[in-house]
T-cell receptor, first 114, second 113 residues
């Protein structure tokens, strides 16, 4: 019963390097999300995908791109990493059929940009 | 001013104590209220979900919403060391997905033996 799986769990980048965070869910959920969590800031939405084939910006999209590869997978790309992107990143999914907002989160990726 | 305010703690209590965790909010349009629990180095997991005002009980946990005061609470009875975690409140105006949620910053709770 995997739920939401994120890779990698830890990553250290140098300023200017690029990387892609991977996320997959096995619950047949329509909606997927990328959040970042910083001390004192709480969870902030970066991008989301309400359904396969659509993506939209959240609260803090600058410096990121996303791809909804299929219903299961939603990736987050940092094209040119900056120290301000040092954070813990969480992927989440939900049914989003109007009945509830129950989010299922992955275990997170701890990213450090030096 | 943030839309949702939550004391970061840490809050330290002895095992068996009643714990009260709280959030205040400024947007009177919020109707859906949630509490998530986050263990260290893990993702948040939904603990309680309530709509509008009133109480909801699930085992040792009770969620309370007072819309007139724009104040929500999570009570934990007979607290256990396994309850040690960060508790995040979240709320939304309308139903329909995580993109509509506003999260608090979380309160760190430690239950000591």
């Amino acid at each position: 019963n995997a739920g939401v799986t994120q890779t990698p769990k830890f990553q250290v980048l140098k300023t200017g390097q690029s990387m892609t965070l991977q996320c997959a869910q096995d619950m047949n959920h329509n909606s997927m999300y990328w959040y970042r969590q910083d001390p004192g800031m709480g969870l902030r939405l970066i991008y989301y995908s309400a359904s396969e084939g659509t993506t939209d910006k959240g609260e803090v999209p600058n410096g990121y791109n996303v791809s909804r590869l299929n219903k299961r997978e939603f990736s987050l790309r940092l094209e040119s990493a900056a120290p301000s992107q040092t954070s813990v990143y969480f992927c989440a999914s939900s049914r989003t059929d109007g009945t509830d907002e129950k989010l299922f989160f992955g275990s997170g990726t701890q990213l450090s940009v030096l | 001013q943030k839309e949702v305010e939550q004391d970061p703690g840490p809050l330290s209590v002895p095992e068996g104590a009643i714990v009260s965790l709280n959030c205040t909010y400024s947007n009177s349009a919020f109707q859906y209220f949630m509490w998530y629990r986050q263990y260290s180095r893990k993702g948040p997991e939904l603990l309680m979900y309530t709509y509008s005002s009133g109480n909801k009980e699930d085992g040792r946990f009770t969620a309370q919403v007072d819309k007139s005061s724009k104040y929500i609470s999570l009570f934990i009875r007979d607290s256990q060391p396994s309850d040690s975690a960060t508790y995040l409140c979240a709320m939304s105006r309308i139903t329909g997905g995580g993109n509509k949620l506003t999260f608090g910053t979380g309160t760190q709770l430690k239950v000591e033996l």
